[in-house]
């Protein structure tokens, strides 16, 4: 019961995210979602439904010894995210966090992305 009513209060914080955070083609909605083992992030157009850029720590062929969904994790995919990003012509963004609070984690993506050169 207890795990039911946590999901559907994550989901809702989301959606009221989601209504204030929409993104272009100029200016796409970075959003990042952490799992207990991994990390993913895209850069999405929400006007044209498509996903701009895209980066994991669920790497392919990669076989991974301890967790990627701590600060180190975060860090490494925000820094590799941003070079991607600016690589394709990506200059600013708008930051979802997907209902997540800001700190920890989501903080150290978020720094690691603006110091890689990213503007939110």
Not at 23 to 33: D, N, Q, Y
Not at 35 to 60: F, G, M, P, R, W
């Amino acid at each position: 019961m207890k795990l039911a009513q946590k999901k559907k209060l994550l989901q809702n914080r989301r959606w009221r995210i989601r209504k204030k955070v929409n993104g272009t083609a100029e200016r796409p909605r970075l959003v990042v979602k952490f799992t207990n083992k991994h990390i993913h992030a895209q850069c999405i157009n929400d006007v044209e439904h498509k996903t701009l850029v895209s980066s994991s720590t669920l790497k392919k062929g990669e076989k991974i010894e301890k967790s990627c969904s701590n600060i180190e994790g975060a860090t490494a995919l925000g820094t590799e995210l941003a070079d991607k990003a600016l690589a394709a012509n990506i200059n600013t963004v708008v930051f979802d966090r997907a209902g997540r609070r800001y700190h920890g984690c989501v903080k150290a993506f978020a720094d690691a992305a603006r110091e890689a050169g990213l503007q939110f």
